[in-house]
């Protein structure tokens, strides 16, 4: 594959509809609409040649467009909590009426992600061939092997036959994480709704993402903590630039 084939497209999609934290798209978020943040980083990136945000939302669509990105308008049926992300960015691309070769999927809803994650991908994706790359972050001590199952007692079933103490000797597991994924025109396109994730071809690869560098929104907490996180790199940045 070649970046030269075709446009990379930045495709944002954020739901005006969330049961976790109401209008969490556009809640602000160290000044800004949480979107903003997702839009930055795909405008900001090296390898981005065009950015786009699908939504339902009326609020979410003047912030994008304040920020001078196209919005691609989603119907009702591809913004419900049983639509695929697949179905909707595949809606979101051919409404755009470009060729894009490469798609870079962001969520509006992870404001917080380190600089190079979405250049990463895409150049992870380029020179591996593959039809997908995915960001990861180690799920550290929420391991597989250290949970349990309840019972209607509360009487605890250990699920894992190997007894592990010391998360050091845990094998590495990883979770996506929804810093980025990027995808071939042509996997996103082949995908079908025999499962959510068929679009991410049968050739899918992961980069990890250092500790903590992602913040995927759902909750009012980790609003505070995105709020927290991002305004702290706003001070240092000011700080690098005025020594």
């Keep these: 594959m070649d970046a030269k084939d075709g446009e990379i497209l930045a495709v944002v999609i954020?739901?005006?509809?969330?049961?976790?934290?109401a209008s969490k798209n556009t809640r602000l978020v160290a000044g800004l609409p949480m979107i903003a943040h997702t839009i930055v980083d795909a405008q900001q990136a090296q390898h981005i040649d065009r950015v786009i945000v699908s939504t339902d939302g009326l609020d979410i669509?003047?912030?994008?467009?304040?920020?001078?990105?196209?919005?691609?308008?989603?119907?009702?049926?591809?913004?419900?909590?049983?639509?695929?992300?697949?179905?909707?960015?595949?809606?979101?691309?051919?409404?755009?009426?470009k060729h894009a070769h490469i798609v870079v999927i962001l969520y509006a809803n992870v404001p917080v992600r380190p600089d190079d994650l979405i250049d990463r991908a895409v150049r992870e994706l380029i020179t591996s061939g593959a039809d997908s790359v995915q960001s990861y972050s180690d799920v550290g001590k929420h391991h597989p092997w250290w949970m349990v199952q309840l019972d209607d007692e509360g009487r605890v079933q250990v699920e894992s036959t190997k007894p592990i103490d010391r998360r050091q000797d845990l094998p590495p597991r990883?979770?996506?994480?929804?810093?980025?994924?990027?995808?071939t025109r042509r996997s996103l396109m082949a995908g079908d709704n025999d499962h959510p994730h068929a679009f991410l071809g049968r050739?899918?690869?992961?980069?990890?993402?250092?500790p903590s560098s992602v913040l995927d929104v759902d909750n009012e907490i980790d609003l505070v903590v995105a709020d927290a996180l991002l305004q702290r790199k706003l001070l240092q940045d000011t700080v690098e630039a005025h020594p």
């Design 174 to 183: 990883f979770l996506p994480d929804g810093g980025v994924v990027t995808v």
């Design 203 to 210: 050739d899918r690869r992961g980069i990890i993402s250092p």
């Design 14 to 21: 954020g739901r005006a509809g969330s049961k976790g934290v």
């Design 61 to 97: 669509a003047n912030a994008a467009k304040q920020m001078g990105v196209e919005v691609i308008d989603r119907p009702a049926n591809l913004a419900s909590d049983v639509a695929t992300v697949g179905d909707a960015v595949r809606h979101a691309v051919q409404a755009s009426g």
